[in-house]
Each structure stands twice: as structure tokens, then as C-alpha cells.
């Protein structure tokens, strides 16, 4: 899952080299903290946050083949 994080917020942002994911696992869920270069949050956020709703709907998916649930944060 940190991998796809990763590459969806690459192909997304003007500096691919400053995103950086953290991952932490709590109980039954996985936190991912995504860190971007503070220009490239409004890419990652996108109107109305609709980028940043289906970032998350995407990565939820994943998760749920896994039998797990995810959380995206993202900080500028």
C-alpha cells in the first residue's frame, strides 16, 4: 500500500523527489502521512478537495483486498 501511496502522489505533484510517506500501524487500520512540498499541496487537495476524496476512495480499496482499512493524511 505504501508503494501505491507513493507512486499516485509522484505522478500528481511538480516535485516528485520531496514526496515522502510514512506509514503507522494502529490496532486494525494503517496511517499513511504523506509530505509534499508545501507548492504541491493544492495539487494533491485539487478543487474542493476531489483529488485528496479520490486519492483516498483508491487507497481504501487496496487496502480492503487486504483486509485492512487505511487512512491518508496529507502535510504541506
Partial sequence: MKDFVEY?????VDKPELVVVE??????KTIFKLKVDQK???K???KK??????FR?????VA????RK???????
Fill in 8 to 12: 499516485v502522489a509522484k505522478h500528481l
Fill in 23 to 28: 506509514q503507522e500501524e494502529k490496532e486494525d
Fill in 57 to 61: 476512495v483508491l487507497l481504501r480499496a
Fill in 44 to 46: 494533491l487537495i485539487g
Fill in 70 to 76: 487505511a487512512v491518508l493524511d496529507i502535510i504541506g
Fill in 49 to 54: 478537495g476531489r483529488t485528496a476524496s479520490s
Fill in 64 to 67: 480492503a483486498k487486504e483486509g
Fill in 40 to 42: 504541491d499541496v493544492g
